[in-house]
């Protein structure tokens, strides 16, 4: 997978770096780490200038956002509901008022999530499908994911011209980040659940 997207930054520059960051959008699982190291590292050999790479990459990144954000609109809450509905619901226990709980979290205070995302693993893209499906207004949704992707390719794409043919050393650095990031998470996620199974269990009680 790395000499594949290397081969692709190396033949195509400017263009590789935007067709694959938006690639790595909507497939997480693509390192945008290895992109964007590496093309820092590429300004300091070749023609290639860093504010380019960085805009480069920025759009490939909102590209991708608005893809995830639109498959989310079209997948939308009243579909989830007609999903939940069924026996998935049953399964999980959940009904429709839970939708719109969520759907309201995300309205009130979940939009900076979309901006905080875009500096964690794997989240930063998968924040744009509930944004969409929460119809976040769409401008404030561009702002808050522009931003966010313009800080972090700043960040890696100067690394890698700083460091310049030691770029690849830096990944580990960013292996382990990943690592924790996803570790944390996790912790999350289960704590979360614990936590909306209790409180439900609490209604039913009072009920």
């Not at 960040?155 to 960013?174: E, Y």
Request: proline share 3%; with cysteine.
């Amino acid at each position: 997978m790395q000499e594949f997207i290397l081969s692709i930054m190396e033949q195509f520059g400017y263009l590789g770096v935007f067709l694959l960051i938006t690639i790595e959008n909507v497939f997480p699982p693509i390192p945008s780490e290895v992109i964007l190291l590496f093309g820092g590292f590429m300004t300091t050999y070749t023609s290639l200038n860093i504010v380019i790479m960085v805009i480069a990459a920025t759009l490939g990144s909102v590209i991708g956002a608005i893809i995830l954000y639109y498959i989310g609109k079209i997948f939308n809450k009243e579909r989830l509901k007609k999903i939940i509905s069924g026996k998935l619901g049953k399964i999980l226990r959940l009904k429709n008022s839970d939708i719109d709980a969520a759907d309201h979290w995300f309205d009130t205070r979940g939009q900076k999530t979309v901006f905080l995302c875009r500096f964690v693993p794997i989240v930063r893209s998968l924040i744009s499908i509930p944004a969409g499906m929460s119809e976040m207004p769409f401008v404030k949704f561009l702002i808050y994911t522009a931003a966010g992707s313009l800080i972090w390719n700043v960040v890696l794409i100067v690394a890698g011209s700083i460091v310049g043919n030691n770029w690849a050393s830096i990944l580990n650095i960013f292996d382990t980040y990943q690592h924790i990031v996803i570790v944390v998470l996790a912790i999350i996620f289960i704590g979360f659940i614990f936590w909306f199974y209790k409180i439900k269990t609490k209604k039913k009680s009072k009920n």
